[in-house]
Structure formats: C-alpha cells, structure tokens
Nanobody
Framework: LQLVESGGGLVQPGGSLRLSCAAS????????MGWFRQAPGKAREGVSY????????NYADSVKGRFTISRDNAKNTVYLQMNSLKPEDTAIYYC???????????????????WGQGSQVTVSS
C-alpha cells in the first residue's frame, strides 16, 4: 500500500505547480484524501481535502482561491493545482488517505491512514 507524490520543485513567486498523488496496492475511491504541508520548524498543517466522490472539498484559509484539489478515481490519482504561489507556501507537501470513520475535522492529520513520502515545494526568486 503506497502513495507517491510528484510534481514538486522550485518556482518563482506568482508561479504554478501541480502536485500528483498516485496510489498503488489499493484503490483511492475508498478513501477521502487530504494534502498537508510542513515547513521547517513549523507544525504539519492541512492544506486541502476532497471527499471520496470528489463532491466535497475544503481548503485552508491561506490557500483558498489559489489552490484546487481534484481526483481522478479511474487513474487512482489525486491532484493539487497550486497557483499564485508565495514564498510562505514553501514546504514539504504530503498526500494522505483517510478511511471511515471520517473525522469531523478534515485537517486532523491523526485521522489519516496512509501517507506519501512527501514532495518539496520551494517558492523563491
């Protein structure tokens, strides 16, 4: 059972990146999915969430209007489109899968069952 993130890298402020999270060994359509990030010296924080069907999404206030989460269950992949990136978005980004029962707080990282290895995103000029 594995989640693998890709798509991170170095981008200038105002630029865009799209992160992908591919599952192997299990099907993502049984899980709600979240994206989290952790910057050096800071706590892990929830960035975005998408329900099993994709019909419900949530975002941290800091990324609303700039980031978009989506999923393609046929491809067993979840995406995070990040636009208008800022230096404060610099962090390691992780995708995570949450099975039932689902936590009331989507950003509670302890509720997630499987985690990817992380993908570094650096926003700098």
């Amino acid at each position: 059972l594995q989640l693998v993130e890709s798509g991170g890298g170095l981008v200038q402020p105002g630029g865009s990146l799209r992160l992908s999270c591919a599952a192997s060994g299990f099907t993502l359509d049984s899980y709600a999915m979240g994206w989290f990030r952790q910057a050096p010296g800071k706590a892990r924080e929830g960035v975005s969430y998408i329900s099993r069907s994709g019909g419900s999404t949530n975002y941290a206030d800091s990324v609303k209007g700039r980031f978009t989460i989506s999923r393609d269950n046929a491809k067993n992949t979840v995406y995070l489109q990040m636009n208008s990136l800022k230096p404060e978005d610099t962090a390691i980004y992780y995708c995570a899968a949450e099975g039932p029962p689902y936590a009331l707080d989507w950003a509670m990282w302890e509720a997630y069952d499987f985690w990817g290895q992380g993908s570094q995103v650096t926003v700098s000029s």
